[in-house]
Each structure stands twice: as structure tokens, then as C-alpha cells.
Nanobody, 129 residues
Framework: QVKLVESGGGLVQAGESLRLSCAASGRTFSRHNMAWFRQALGKEREFVAA??????????ADSVKGRFTISRNNANTETLLYLQMDNLKPEDTAVYYCAADVLPERPNVPSLMRKYDYWGQGTQVTVSS
């Protein structure tokens, strides 16, 4: 059974930090690129960051570059995905979702949502001004 479970969301003030986690199991996600997306109320889901399955290559949306850091840990029975979010802004308020690439061992790290076929339920991040 495939499961992606996010945690770590919450309510913070502008300028503070949060670290999101995602535990992915049920497939060999160590062979999949993984990503974070977010969806603000009334807006479309958007790409935040992604990391390659093998060499640590990362990709970031311009809006979070320099403030957010994606990382992963391929443990024995599950893959752990993280998003360190620093200097948070009110516009970062959204539900954050972790996702895994539909294709194992894809050589390029995609930012398109349609390339990701495994999704978590999301965790709410709220940043007050």
C-alpha cells in the first residue's frame, strides 16, 4: 500500500522557520524523484521544490529560492522527504503536499505536476504578518 504522509505544518509568524517532513512507503521511492507542491486557498496547486532520486540535484521555484531547502533520506523501509522553510512570508501560506515521480529513475528532475503520480494528503502552513 502506497502511503505518503506529511507532517510539520503549523502557524508561525513572518520571518520564522518550519520544517516539513514526508514519509513515503509502499514502493521503492528511493528510486523516484520527489517534490513539494503547495496550494493556497482559491489558487491552483504550484511547484515548490524537487530533488533527484540519486545525485542530490535540486530544483526550486523562484519564489522560494534562497529560503527553502529540500532534502531526502532513503531509509530501509521508507523514504523521508524534508522541506526546511526559513524566513517565511505570509504568501507562503498554503497546504503543502509531498509527491513522488510516476517514473522511477527519471534522469531529469521534473517540476511539472503531471509528472508526479503519488501524493500525500497535505499539511497546512499558515504564516501571519
Amino acid at each position: 500500500q502506497v502511503k505518503l504522509v506529511e507532517s510539520g505544518g503549523g502557524l508561525v509568524q513572518a520571518g520564522e522557520s518550519l520544517r516539513l517532513s514526508c514519509a513515503a512507503s509502499g514502493r521503492t521511492f528511493s528510486r523516484h524523484n520527489m517534490a513539494w507542491f503547495r496550494q493556497a486557498l482559491g489558487k491552483e496547486r504550484e511547484f515548490v521544490a524537487a530533488i533527484s532520486w540519486n545525485d542530490g540535484t535540486t530544483v526550486y521555484a523562484d519564489s522560494v529560492k534562497g529560503r527553502f531547502t529540500i532534502s531526502r533520506n532513503n531509509a530501509n523501509t521508507e523514504t523521508l522527504l524534508y522541506l526546511q522553510m526559513d524566513n517565511l512570508k505570509p504568501e507562503d501560506t498554503a497546504v503543502y503536499y509531498c509527491a513522488a515521480d510516476v517514473l522511477p529513475e527519471r534522469p531529469n528532475v521534473p517540476s511539472l505536476m503531471r509528472k508526479y503520480d503519488y501524493w500525500g494528503q497535505g499539511t497546512q502552513v499558515t504564516v501571519s504578518s
